[in-house]
């Protein structure tokens, strides 16, 4: 599960990215604002982008944008 902090980077980033020019990944976007897009591709689960986290013991562990552990 990612934090509320997390979610807010991984949107902003996104935002950003479709700010500058990135395609959007979405057929049929319900808006034209970037941060707009950003928020729908969130909740449909199409940002490819993972957290790294340092767990308690100094190992990484990596967390895919759903929320899933995946290393």
Do not use: C, W, Y
């Not at 199409?46 to 767990?55: A, E, G, K, S």
């Amino acid at each position: 599960m990612l934090t509320r902090f997390e979610v807010a980077r991984i949107i902003s980033a996104r935002a950003l990215q479709i700010g500058m020019g990135a395609p959007v990944l979405l057929k049929s976007p319900k808006s034209t604002r970037s941060l707009e897009i950003a928020e729908q591709e969130f909740e449909e689960h199409l940002i490819p982008l993972t957290v790294v986290r340092i767990d308690n013991h100094g190992k990484e562990v990596l967390v895919n944008s759903q929320g899933e552990v995946i290393g």
